[in-house]
């Protein structure tokens, strides 16, 4: 074998091996998986910091 040759067979089978990869992830749903996932992190986030901000606003029983 040749260089030629060499080089694109690896690029065949790395076009292979992407097409089936994302093939892969579409029929598993696991691309949209994880926008769900990371829509779920974002609003825990988001609670988390009003959670914060609601603690320094409101007085605590104790310190009336």
């Known amino acids: 074998m ?3 040759n060499l ?3 690896l690029v065949a089978i790395l076009v292979i091996f992407l097409i089936c990869r ?3 992830c579409w029929y598993f749903k696991i691309n949209k998986t994880i926008t769900v996932l990371e829509e779920i992190k974002d609003l825990l986030k988001y609670s988390q910091q009003v959670a914060k901000i609601e603690n ?3 007085p605590k ?3 009336m």
């Open 61 to 63: 029983i104790g310190d």
């Open 56 to 58: 320094k606003i409101e």
């Open 2 to 4: 040749d260089t030629g």
């Open 22 to 24: 994302e093939l892969t």
């Open 7 to 9: 080089t694109l067979y």
